[in-house]
C-alpha cells in the first residue's frame, strides 16, 4: 500500500514539475518581450521629440502600463526562479530537518501572502475601469490588472513548487503555527488597538522581523505586517495596499532600473565591460584593493545618470564585480562595498532624492546640488580608507605595472567603452533624454558599436538576457512596491506626526535636533526608502530645523546621507537587497562586510552634521 502511495506522490510531482516548465516558458518570454518593448516605446519618443521635431504624448503612458506588468511578470520569474531576495543566515547555520521546516514555512507565508491581495487586486482593477488615461484613452484597468494576474501566476509557482518540494510533514509542522500566529494577533485585537502607536512595534518591529530572520522571502514579510496592520488596526480596506505597491512600482523614473540592468548585462556580453576593466586594471590593477577604488569612483562619476541607485549598481556591478571576483575578492566583501558606495553617492546631483527635497520643501534645488558634492566626497574617502585598510592582505603578486605602452593600447582599445557614459550624461544633461530614457540611448550604442566595430554580439544569448533582466527586476521592484504600502500604513497611523512633535520638543537645541535626525532618518531609510520618507516627513521637520536656526541646504543633505545609510544597512534596509540581488549574492554573505563601510560612512555624516560649511555652496 505504500508503494502505491509512493507511486501517486511521485506522479504528482512528475505532473506538477510539467506544469511549472509550462508556466515558466509561458511567463519569461512575454516578460523578455516587455523589456524589449519599453526600450523601443522609450527610444521612439527620443527620435520624434528630438530628431522629428514631433513629440508623441503617449509614450511615457504606454510605457508605463507596460512597466507595471514587467515588474509583475518579472516576480513572477523570480518566484519561479528562487530569486526573491531573503535573509537566510540564520536558516543556514539550522540542521538540515529544521532548515527544510523554515524554507516551506517561508514559502506558505509568501503563497498566503499572494492569495490574501488577489481579491483587493480584483477590487482595484474593476474600480480603475472609470479611470481614462489621458493619451491613450483606454480603461486604467489595462494597467492594474499586471498585479492581480501577478498575483495568481505568483500562487500557482507557489503551489506548484511547494507540491514538488515540501512533505506533508513540513506542512504539518508550519500550518499550526501559522494559525496560531493569526489567532493569536486577532485574540489580542483589542489589547493591541489600546497600545496605540506602540503597536507598531508590534506589526513592523517584531513581525516583520521574524519573517525576516526566518527567511521569508523581504518583499513578502513588508506585505504581510502591512496587511496584518491594516486588517486587524484599521478599517481600511485591503485594496489599498494593492493601490500602494501599484504606486511604489510603477513610478516612471524607476523604469530605469530593468534598463540599466539590461545594459549592463550587455556590456558585459559584448566585451565592453572587458575592454574598461582591462584599461581599470592597467591604470590600477597593481595595487592592493585597486578595483576596490575603482568602483567607489565610478559610482561616484555615474550617480544620478538614472535616477535611481539600484539602476546605478546595475550599470556598475556587471563591469566591475566579474573581475574583482576572479582576482579573489569575497563575494560578500563586493556586495558591502557596491551597497555602500551607492549610499555615498546619494546627493550627488542630479540626485531624484534632491529634487524631491527641493520640491517638497522649498529648498534651492541648485544649492542642494552644489552642496551635496563634498559630502559624497568625504564618504568616498572614508569608503576608500576602509577599503585599503581591508585589502591589505590581497594577494597581487602576479600583478605587474603597465608600462606606459600598454596603458596607451588598453586605453585606445577601451575609447568605445568610454565614451559610454560620456554619452549617457550627455543626453541628459542636454535635454536630448530624461533619465528613464537615456538607457536606451546607452543600449542602441551598445548594439552599434557590438556590430560594427567589435563585432561580438551573441544573438542567442540575448533571449535569457532578457529573461534576466526581467526577473532581477521583478525581485527588486516588488520589494519598492511592499515597502510603499508598509510606509503608508505607517503614515494612516498619525505616527509621522507624532514623530515630528517629538523632535521638536528634543532637548539639545540644533546640535540635539540634528543628532536625532541622523537617527531617525536612518531607520526611516530602512522602511520608507528616500522619496517616500522625504514626502511625508520633509514638509513636517525642515520648518522645526528652520525655527533652531539650521541652514535648510545643510539639514537636507544630512537627512539624505542619513537616509541613505538606512536604506543600505542590514537587515531591513532595501537598497541592501537590491544590491544582493544586482550582484547576484545570498544576503547573509555580505551582511558582515557591510558594517566597516557604513561605519565609514556613519562617521562622514556626522562630520557633514558637525561641519555646516562641507553642505553649503559657495564655501
Same mark, same amino acid.
Request: glycine share 10%; proline share 5%; hydrophobic share 60%.
Given at each position: ?41 522609450? =527610444? ?22 507596460? =512597466? ?43 503563497? +498566503? ?37 501577478? $498575483? ?25 503555527? *501559522? ?7 486577532? *485574540? ?94 592597467? &591604470? ?10 575603482? &568602483? ?23 563591469? &566591475? %564585480? ?19 558606495? #551607492? ?7 542630479? /540626485? ?20 551635496? %558634492? ?24 602576479? $600583478? ?13 582599445? #577601451? ?14 544633461? /542636454? ?6 530614457? @537615456? ?82 532618518? $536612518? ?18 521637520? =525642515? ?8 541652514? &535648510? ?49 556613519? @562617521? ?11 553642505? +553649503?555652496?559657495?564655501?
Amino acid at each position: 500500500m505504500s508503494g502505491f502511495v509512493d507511486g501517486q506522490a511521485d506522479g504528482l510531482r512528475h505532473l506538477c514539475a510539467l506544469f511549472d516548465r509550462w508556466l515558466g516558458h509561458a511567463v519569461e518570454l512575454p516578460a523578455a518581450a516587455l523589456v524589449v518593448a519599453e526600450m523601443v516605446v522609450l =527610444f521612439t519618443g527620443i527620435v520624434f521629440r528630438y530628431g522629428l521635431g514631433h513629440p508623441l504624448v503617449w509614450t511615457d503612458e504606454l510605457a508605463s502600463i507596460l =512597466f507595471l506588468w514587467l515588474c509583475m511578470l518579472g516576480a513572477v520569474v523570480a518566484q519561479r526562479r528562487g530569486g526573491h531576495m531573503r535573509l537566510t543566515a540564520i536558516v543556514n547555520r539550522l540542521p538540515d530537518h529544521w532548515r527544510t521546516r523554515l524554507e516551506t514555512l517561508a514559502a506558505v507565508i509568501a503563497a +498566503l501572502f499572494v492569495l490574501e491581495i488577489i481579491l483587493p487586486a480584483v477590487e482595484y482593477a474593476t474600480d480603475e475601469w472609470m479611470i481614462t488615461t489621458p493619451a491613450l484613452g483606454i480603461p486604467d484597468t489595462w494597467r492594474a490588472a499586471a498585479i492581480l494576474v501577478g $498575483a495568481v501566476l505568483m500562487l500557482a509557482v507557489a503551489l506548484l513548487q511547494m507540491a514538488q518540494r515540501a512533505s506533508l510533514r513540513d506542512l504539518g509542522f508550519c500550518l499550526p503555527i *501559522i494559525v496560531a500566529c493569526a489567532a493569536g494577533l486577532w *485574540i489580542a485585537q483589542p489589547a493591541l488597538e489600546a497600545m496605540g502607536n506602540w503597536n507598531l512595534l508590534v506589526f513592523f518591529g517584531v513581525l516583520v522581523s521574524v519573517l525576516v530572520l526566518t527567511g521569508t522571502p523581504i518583499a513578502f514579510a513588508f506585505g504581510v505586517g502591512a496587511m496584518s496592520y491594516l486588517g486587524l488596526m484599521t478599517e481600511m480596506p485591503m485594496s489599498i495596499v494593492v493601490s500602494r505597491m501599484d504606486e511604489g512600482m510603477s513610478t516612471l523614473v524607476l523604469l530605469a532600473v530593468p534598463l540599466f540592468i539590461f545594459l549592463g548585462l550587455l556590456i558585459e556580453m559584448t566585451g565592453l565591460a572587458a575592454l574598461l576593466v582591462n584599461l581599470m586594471a592597467a &591604470l590600477v590593477g597593481h595595487l592592493r584593493g585597486g578595483l576596490s577604488y575603482v &568602483l567607489v569612483g565610478a559610482m561616484y562619476l555615474v550617480s544620478g545618470i538614472s535616477g535611481s541607485k539600484a539602476a546605478d549598481m546595475a550599470a556598475i556591478a556587471p563591469v &566591475l %564585480l566579474p573581475e574583482m571576483a576572479r582576482r579573489g575578492k569575497p563575494s560578500g566583501e563586493m556586495i558591502g562595498l557596491l551597497s555602500s558606495s #551607492a549610499a555615498m553617492a546619494e546627493t550627488i546631483p542630479p /540626485s531624484i532624492v534632491l529634487i524631491t527635497v527641493g520640491s517638497v520643501t522649498g529648498v534651492s534645488i541648485a544649492g542642494l546640488f552644489s552642496g551635496g %558634492l563634498l559630502p559624497a566626497a568625504l564618504g568616498a574617502l572614508g569608503l576608500v580608507l576602509v577599503a585599503y585598510v581591508r585589502s591589505r592582505g590581497e594577494d597581487v603578486g602576479d $600583478a605587474k605595472r603597465a608600462s606606459g605602452r600598454e596603458i596607451g593600447r588598453a586605453f585606445i582599445a #577601451a575609447v568605445p567603452a568610454l565614451i559610454l557614459p560620456l554619452l549617457i550624461r550627455w543626453a541628459v544633461v /542636454s535635454g536630448i533624454a530624461t533619465a528613464t530614457e @537615456v538607457s536606451t540611448i546607452g543600449v542602441v550604442y551598445t548594439l552599434l558599436v557590438s556590430l560594427l566595430i567589435s563585432r561580438h554580439l551573441d544573438l542567442k544569448r540575448m533571449v535569457p538576457l532578457l529573461v534576466d533582466t526581467a526577473a532581477l527586476s521583478g525581485a527588486i521592484l516588488i520589494i519598492l512596491g511592499t515597502a510603499t504600502a508598509m510606509a503608508w500604513a505607517l503614515t494612516q497611523s498619525g505616527f509621522s506626526h507624532d514623530l515630528a512633535a517629538t523632535m521638536a520638543a528634543m532637548p539639545g537645541g540644533a546640535g540635539g535636533f540634528l543628532a536625532l535626525s541622523i537617527v531617525v532618518f $536612518a531607520i526611516l531609510g530602512s522602511v520608507l526608502e528616500g522619496i517616500p520618507a522625504i514626502v511625508l516627513f520633509g514638509p513636517l521637520l =525642515f520648518p522645526v530645523a528652520g525655527e533652531l536656526g539650521i541652514n &535648510l541646504v545643510h539639514y537636507a543633505i544630512v537627512v539624505v546621507l542619513s537616509m541613505s545609510l538606512g536604506l543600505f544597512t542590514p537587515p531591513f534596509g532595501i537598497g541592501f537587497y537590491q544590491a544582493c540581488a544586482i550582484g547576484r549574492v545570498t544576503p547573509d554573505k555580505a551582511v558582515h562586510a557591510c558594517w566597516p563601510y557604513m561605519a565609514a560612512l556613519l @562617521v562622514a555624516t556626522i562630520i557633514v552634521a558637525a561641519v555646516p560649511w562641507l553642505a +553649503l555652496p559657495g564655501f
